[in-house]
Structure formats: C-alpha cells, structure tokens
Nanobody, 127 residues
Framework: QVRLVESGGGLVQPGGSLRLSCAAS????????TGWFRQAPGKEREGVSC????????YYADSVKGRFTISRDNAKNTAYLQMNNLKPEDTAVYYC????????????????????WGQGTQVTVSS
C-alpha cells in the first residue's frame, strides 16, 4: 500500500499563501488520483480538490475555486495544493488521499473510494 505524508501547513495571515505537499512512498504504483480533504473543528471532513493522474482532470470545491491549485510531480512522487488568498474559514486539518480507480468525479474523490490517507497537516489562517 502507498504511504502518503503531508507537509507545508502552518499559521498564515488572511490573504496569505501556503503550499501543501503530499509525498508518496512505498507502493507508489498504488498512488492513483490525489484528493485533498480538510476538516475544521466541529465540522465534517470535506473534499477540497482532486487530480486524476491518467488524464490530469481536476476538481475544486466551490469554496476554493480560483484560489487553490492542485498539481502533481510524478518524478518526485509528490502532489501539491497551492493555496492563495487564504481566509479564516480555510482553517482546518488538511489530508491527502488516494483511490484505486484514479477517478475524480464532479464531486471530487469519494471518501468511500479512498485506499490510503495521510496523517494530516494543520492550516491556521488568522491575524
């Protein structure tokens, strides 16, 4: 099974930027679509973005569209989530995940299809 490790979280002021990384190791042949999820305190986990490795198709939640960009560098076995113009409501623990089918639907990566999760990285947007 592929192992995913997130990094790049931290404290940033509103309007600032962060780039999250999701490094894949182990059975990287099991690393298919990349999904980014987040969970804020007291809230359910939500899908933020998804990237299909085979065709490069992407998905963004409406709340982050135009501000976040997902990408992947297969040579480095790393996916990224560039987050710009951050808002306090973006504060959450961010997780990356992968599936078995390399499929991003119109609603992103379905949690029921996730094969591997990372441990999460905290993003705090506050002045």
């Amino acid at each position: 099974q592929v192992r995913l490790v997130e990094s790049g979280g931290g404290l940033v002021q509103p309007g600032g930027s962060l780039r999250l990384s999701c490094a894949a190791s182990g059975f990287t042949s099991d690393w298919h679509a990349t999904g980014w999820f987040r969970q804020a305190p007291g809230k359910e986990r939500e899908g933020v973005s998804c990237h299909s490795n085979s065709d490069g198709s992407t998905y963004y939640a409406d709340s982050v569209k135009g501000r976040f960009t997902i990408s992947r560098d297969n040579a480095k076995n790393t996916a990224y989530l560039q987050m710009n113009n951050l808002k306090p409501e973006d504060t959450a623990v961010y997780y990356c995940a992968t599936d078995a089918d390399d499929y991003c639907s119109e609603d992103g990566l379905a949690e029921g299809d996730v094969q591997s999760w990372g441990q999460g990285t905290q993003v705090t947007v506050s002045s």
